[in-house]
């Protein structure tokens, strides 16, 4: 973390929001991670996309979409919100499509991307029908077999359904396929992406120069410290001129938003189990913070320690039945009272696209701080939003 996003973060006053759980999200640290993102693409040539299932949060497409090329979509929805809310192309991957999906799909992407032979002849015909300008791409599964940090998010997992293997890769079904897109990455470095790319160019080199564009997913963690960005230049540089004529895209959807939002929560209750103090909070893992349960990983609480590191430790945990809902122990340098509010850091992330309203939590409110300093709540959560995922 930057020493600039460091002290956006101290600066923040938890309190000055009427109202906890809330995303807040800050447009500076999505600045800087822009200034870095516009580096890579000045010096390497390539094209960067935000991917939409990662950040959805319509209010910072302005600040994103000056410096990315436009959004990588899952689907019709985030096709559409790509296309009516972000300047810029829209690329379109889904590991299967129904009809319903593609025409909609065409509609309001640029790039449409199949994840097989079978998808890629079954609609190419009506997706031309909808938008005759669509390109389609197909991704391939380079079969890299780096150990990723959990496996749930290793696209290269033995028996993936993710993207064409060597083996049933059909050369002679390729006409009119005009890009090639491997995602084979999640949180790792630029040695990875060389060689995922090595594994691209062995097993697919013979067709790449037959598109006019290729799609390195995302899962670079380009904007994380101690990343070698040097080495990402290079390595896409040097693609491009060993196949000149096509064109680099890459998508990443943390690398955009690292560390620009945070969930902020109050305490409701402190409970005693033995030696463990249960802090109860108003915010859930698993309904507004799913990763800590998905990966499993402990997150970072503004001014707290791990476990032991400051003098007074607490499990904390969320007001939902589910026991395991619990965000790991912390320590703090003063004991925590009811009412005080904790600040779980990097939460832009992964978050408000995967909320859920289980045992009817309430959602966030969304909060987003601009340059100048004001706080825009943008979305004010409630009983509406608990019962419309229920009924009309
Ligand atoms: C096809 C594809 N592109 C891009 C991404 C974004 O990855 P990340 O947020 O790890 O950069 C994902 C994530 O799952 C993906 O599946």
Known sequence: MTEQTKKTLKQFDLYSIERTPAYVVFED??????????????????????????????????????????????????????RENFEGMVSTYSPAFSEGDIRECAENSDHLVFNSFNQYKFFKDIAKQVNPNIKFGLRINPEITEKAACDMYNPCRSGSRMGVTIDEFKPDELDGIEGLQFHALCQMGADVLEKAVDAF?????????QMTWVNFGGGHWITQDGYDIEKLIFII????????????????????VLNAGIVVSSVLDIVKNGSTKNVIIDTSATCHMPDIIEMPYIPDIIRAGKGGEKKYTYQLGSATCLSGDVMGEHSFD?????????????????????????????????????????IDCVKKSGYHDFIKRLED
């Open 201 to 209: 160019e062995d097993r697919f080199g013979e067709y790449i120069d």
């Open 29 to 82: 640290i999505l600045k800087e991670n822009m200034r870095i993102m516009q580096r890579v693409m000045d010096e390497s040539g390539c094209h960067i996309l935000l991917a939409l299932k990662c950040f959805s949060m319509v209010r910072a497409f302005p600040v994103l979409s000056k410096t990315l090329k436009g959004v990588c979509a899952s689907g019709p929805f985030e096709a559409r919100l790509g």
């Open 237 to 256: 540089k040097e693609f491009r001129k060993r196949h000149p004529g096509v064109e680099v895209y890459i998508e990443p959807g943390e690398a955009n």
């Open 334 to 374: 003063n004991p925590l009272s009811i009412g005080d509010r904790v600040a779980f850091l990097d939460m832009a992330l992964y978050t408000m696209v995967k909320t859920t309203t289980f045992n009817g939590m309430k959602l966030p409110d969304i909060h987003y701080v601009t340059s100048e300093g004001t």
